[in-house]
């Protein structure tokens, strides 16, 4: 399995950016479909975003669509999430995740990851 490590969170304002990393050690990055989840105090996990394994194709939960890009750069093992125009309601520990996947494909549940990240916090203040 692939290990993850998320970097780049912290606490913003509402109206700011952050973007999150998630570096992957290994060979294989190119074989896995990658996802953003957040969780936060009281809640479940929630997918966030997803991106399959050339990044061609990507999907968002509705909350973070038009504000929320999710990117990889297979050369560098790195999965990244760009936020911006972030709310409070954005407030989570994000989770980076990996799941073998076909080619095309990207993943939207967490059952299809098997690999995780330790996740990081991101605090947006009204």
């Known amino acids: 399995q692939v290990q993850l490590v998320e970097s780049g969170g912290g606490l913003v304002q509402a109206g700011g950016s952050l973007r999150l990393s998630c570096a992957a050690n290994?060979?294989?990055?190119?074989?896995?479909?990658m996802g953003w989840f957040r969780q936060a105090p009281g809640k479940e996990r929630e997918f966030v975003a997803g991106?399959?394994?050339?990044?061609?194709?990507?999907g968002y939960a509705d909350s973070v669509k038009g504000r929320f890009t999710i990117s990889r750069d297979n050369a560098k093992n790195t999965l990244y999430l760009q936020m911006n125009s972030l709310k409070p309601e954005d407030t989570a520990v994000y989770y980076c995740a990996a799941g073998y996947a076909s080619m095309f494909t990207y993943y939207t549940s967490a059952t299809d990851f098997g690999s995780w990240g330790q996740g990081t916090q991101v605090t947006v203040s009204s």
């Open positions: 991106v399959s394994r050339g990044g061609g194709r990507t």
């Open positions: 290994g060979r294989t990055f190119s074989m896995y479909a």
